[in-house]
């Protein structure tokens, strides 16, 4: 779609749209409409960063995806789709970048075999969302929603809590690797293992444990600094 860089909503509902493609130079674009279409999969949409309102309503998703990359987006409308599962639809949705403020998200197959009282589910874990299905979140029912899941939310808050400290120190751990300053890597606490007789005994010396501790921060500091530089 050349010549259309700066259009802001575009419109392509009731038509025969099986592949979302074609919308990579619309970099401007702001809202979206590809509802009654025949879309399987949420994809290609990564350039579309200014994007705050998507409807895909009514077509043939049954796996969310794609919208990682959208971290504007508030308003996003997935009813009336095929989206098979209600569990892993809303942690995707949970870890986004984006604060989802209106969701549509009704008559999917999820509501035909799990005996999850969606509003309510949905309501407990997206703390952002206003508005679900057409209707405003009261503060009542979000209380009520909040109780009824309180256990699991925290499991699951835990659990991804975990997993981004491992995938952190793994990203630090590779950086470093591909920079070949693996020897920065507890630099500090290698050096004083090698003299570690004479530095405790000094350290009993209480005028001098301030000093020590300054040190070790600072050397500490030098040493990120120098690992950041490196890795660029």
């Known amino acids: 779609m050349l010549g259309l860089d700066n259009l802001v909503k575009l419109q392509l509902d009731n038509n025969i749209i099986t592949r979302i493609e074609g919308l990579d130079t619309l970099v401007n674009l702001k809202w979206l409409d590809l509802s009654f279409n025949l879309i399987k999969k949420v994809e290609n949409l990564d350039r579309l960063q200014q994007l705050t309102d998507l409807s895909l309503f009514k077509n043939e998703v049954t796996t969310l995806s794609g919208l990682d990359h959208l971290g504007e987006l508030n308003v996003l409308s997935v009813g009336s789709n095929k989206l098979e599962s209600l569990e892993d639809t809303i942690k995707y949705l949970m870890g986004l970048k984006n604060r989802l403020e209106v969701l549509k998200i009704a008559d999917n197959t999820f509501q035909k075999k799990n005996d999850k009282e969606y509003k309510k589910y949905t309501i407990a874990y997206l703390k952002d969302l206003k508005s679900l299905d057409y209707e405003l979140i009261e503060e009542k029912k979000r209380e009520l929603a909040n109780e009824e899941h309180k ?72 040493i990120t600094r120098y690992q950041q530089e490196m890795k660029v």
């Open 151 to 222: 256990e699991e939310m925290q499991d699951v808050e835990n659990e991804q809590g975990s997993d981004k400290q491992d995938f952190e120190g793994q990203a630090l751990d590779r950086d470093i690797c591909e920079a070949h300053i693996q020897c920065t890597v507890n630099l500090l606490s290698n050096l004083v293992d090698e003299c570690d007789e004479d530095y405790q005994r000094i350290k009993l010396f209480g005028k001098w444990q301030e000093v020590f501790q300054t040190s070790e921060t600072n050397l500490e500091d030098h």
